[in-house]
Every structure is written in structure tokens, then in C-alpha cells.
């Protein structure tokens, strides 16, 4: 199982998979990016770590 953050106007969300989605076995090793964004680079690594704080991925041990 697969739950993206909510995007903000401080966080951007680009995925291959929707939020609640289920990871096929053979995935692509890029589920997704979470983007943070702020007026300095200070400003968005706290709106990514809050964005990271919040994704949860569930269910994968391995890709074999």
C-alpha cells in the first residue's frame, strides 16, 4: 500500500501511483517524487521533511 502526502503550496507530489494504490510486484523503482519548495533551500527541507514525515509505504519487502 502505497500514501503520498497531501500536496501544498509548499510540497509537490509527482507519481506513478495513486495514494491508496497497491504496488504491483514488479514495480518500477521509482514510485514517485515528493518535491519541497520554499523561498530558500532552509524553507523547503522543512516542507520536504514534513512531505517525507507523512508518506507511507507499506508491503514491500523485496522486488524478488
Known sequence: R???PGASQR???D???E???????HYDSLLGKV????VDRA???AALGGGLGDLRVAG???NR
Open 2 to 4: 502505497l500514501d503520498w
Open 11 to 13: 510540497l509537490r507530489v
Open 15 to 17: 507519481a506513478g501511483f
Open 19 to 25: 495514494t491508496g494504490g497497491v504496488v504491483p510486484k
Open 35 to 38: 518535491i519541497g519548495i520554499g
Open 43 to 45: 524553507s523547503a527541507l
Open 60 to 62: 514491500i519487502a523485496t
